[in-house]
């Protein structure tokens, strides 16, 4: 009798400890899948992350290349500095201009320096440079006379976040950018449903984003295919943007080389400048 009762207390002891092991198991298990596999971020979710990370950027380093309508086909590359105050260099080449093609754009002191080559020394006395005091004449007086004059002075960061506004963002993939593993999304949105999803941001915020639309409008855009490839750190490391426009079609990629690095620009030297305000006063005069 008592080695059928010790039987029977091990035996039970011994299916309660495998029963408690199950659960254990079991509970493990859970606690693994729970913690590891959380549910994917919606492609909107993870296009609105990214533009969110833009308000975080004081400065960036950015390449592009494409066809615009004005320029036709173009490459550049450039440095920008938003805080503590605006700030640009670019040089740009617009590749169906021929000599006249090339130009070094430098923004800083709330002034635009357009030229640097000898190319436009021989036509300016010798000076390789024309300053445009934007306080004094407006963006408008810059017109298209540079290649990328008129978009000097426009954040590429703001306008990566268009996307938001679209009604079918879906990802595509994944794909490596300059090294760089992203995930890529795509969707097509027109600017007035781009501004119709800013009705909830801050004021600050829907202005910010506002400005990226200026240069659609002029073109004559109003329907854009985009792009966009977000790295692991959920910020916009490559767009793209497609639209007829007005005068043909637009078709440009802008790749983020770096982010919050120290951007420098100084004025070129005053001998070497050419004053359009002062030249403007004279010719009056």
């Not at 320096?113 to 024309?130: P, Q």
């Not at 109003?222 to 007005?246: H, I, N, S």
């Amino acid at each position: 009798m008592k080695f059928s009762v010790r039987g029977s207390v091990r035996h039970r002891a011994t299916g309660a400890a495998l029963a408690a092991l199950v659960l254990a198991g079991g509970a493990v298990g859970c606690s693994k899948d729970s913690g590891s596999e959380s549910p994917e971020m919606t492609p909107a979710a993870a296009v609105a992350k990214a533009a969110k990370k833009t308000e975080e950027i004081t400065s960036l380093s950015y390449r592009m290349t494409g066809r615009t309508p004005e320029e036709g086909r173009v490459k550049a590359e450039a440095h920008m500095r938003m805080k503590p105050d605006l700030a640009m260099s670019m040089k740009m080449t617009a590749l169906d201009q021929g000599a006249d093609g090339t130009a070094e754009i430098r923004l800083v002191d709330k002034a635009m320096y357009i030229g640097g080559s000898a190319a436009a020394a021989k036509e300016m006395d010798g000076k390789r440079w024309i300053k445009f005091d934007m306080s004094a004449l407006g963006a408008d007086a810059l017109g298209s006379e540079a290649p990328g004059a008129g978009a000097a002075d426009k954040n590429p960061a703001q306008e990566s976040t268009l996307l938001t506004g679209s009604k079918n963002v879906e990802k595509v993939g994944t794909e490596k950018v300059e090294g760089v593993e992203t995930t890529h999304y795509k969707g097509t949105v027109t600017l007035d449903e781009f501004r119709a999803s800013l009705k909830d941001e801050s004021k600050a915020t829907r202005e910010k984003r506002e400005k990226g639309l200026e240069q659609y409008e002029k073109l004559g855009v109003d329907t854009l295919t985009m792009d966009m490839w977000v790295d692991g750190e959920d910020r916009t490391k490559q767009f793209r943007m497609r639209g007829a426009a007005d005068k043909g079609k637009l078709d440009t990629t802008i790749t983020f080389l770096d982010y919050n690095k120290p951007v420098t620009v100084e004025a070129p030297p005053a001998k070497d400048v050419m004053d359009l305000a002062e030249m403007m006063g004279d010719l009056e005069g």
